[in-house]
């Protein structure tokens, strides 16, 4: 049991220092912008789905029927954020929790860069939608990731990058009722095999202590 502890300890260790936390919305958006023309009410004073500091994000999203389009929350834009040294670092995944007391709710992400100087290398589209609804009316949070590697270009890391958070109502369309989602704990982390190579290390290690 000690030994599993220590394994554990040292692999949370290990991850913390890789990944990053990027919002935890305490006080404001940090950064982060709606595109559409107009956006869902927001506030930062909520305790409902907190998974990280003292408050999470609030995004009422209010019924619609603006196609694919949806409600997408980003953050990064051309020339900013990361300046493409995610990749490099082992960065892949991006990962939020995502709390709500209301059905039919889809959260998904869309990631998009270039290297300097380039707009457009790459473009995920909406991808790794996950159902985050709940069943009973009670409030349930869903922690949900996607791996972005897989789009960037062949030749290297890109060097910008924007995230955004997609709201949908049945994977497919708007939300057609108004309803309420939480965001906390935003982070771009390693990717799993990465994260079981780094437990395999600390294995090794604690092993060869004991001999």
């Not at 940090?30 to 907190?50: D, H, I, R, Y």
């Not at 209301?102 to 100087?117: E, I, K, M, S, Y």
């Not at 390693?190 to 092993?207: D, I, K, N, Q, Y």
Request: with cysteine; glycine share 10%.
């Amino acid at each position: 049991m000690r030994t599993l502890s220590a394994v554990l300890a040292a692999c949370a260790l290990t991850a913390s220092a890789h990944g990053a936390l990027y919002s935890s919305w305490e006080n404001d958006l940090e950064g982060w912008s709606f595109t559409n023309a107009v956006p869902p009410a927001t506030s930062f004073s909520s305790t409902a789905g907190v998974t990280e500091g003292s408050y999470s994000l609030q995004v009422d999203l209010p019924a619609s029927d603006h196609g694919w389009d949806l409600f997408q929350f980003r953050h990064g834009a051309f020339g900013s954020i990361g300046n493409g040294l995610n990749l490099a670092e082992g960065r892949t995944t991006i990962v939020v929790d995502v709390t709500t007391n209301a059905t039919n709710v889809f959260v998904g992400f869309l990631v998009q860069g270039g290297r300097a100087g380039d707009p457009s290398t790459f473009n995920s589209g909406p991808v790794g939608f996950v159902d985050c609804s709940s069943p009973d009316g009670t409030y349930k949070t869903t922690t949900i990731s996607y791996d972005f590697s897989a789009h960037y270009p062949p030749e290297g890391a890109a060097g910008w990058e924007e995230y955004r958070i997609i709201f949908r109502g049945d994977n497919s369309s708007a939300p057609t009722e108004p309803r309420t989602v939480y965001l906390d704990n935003f982070q771009i982390v390693p990717e799993p095999t990465s994260l079981g190579l780094l437990a395999t290390g600390a294995m090794l290690a604690l092993r060869r202590r004991r001999a």
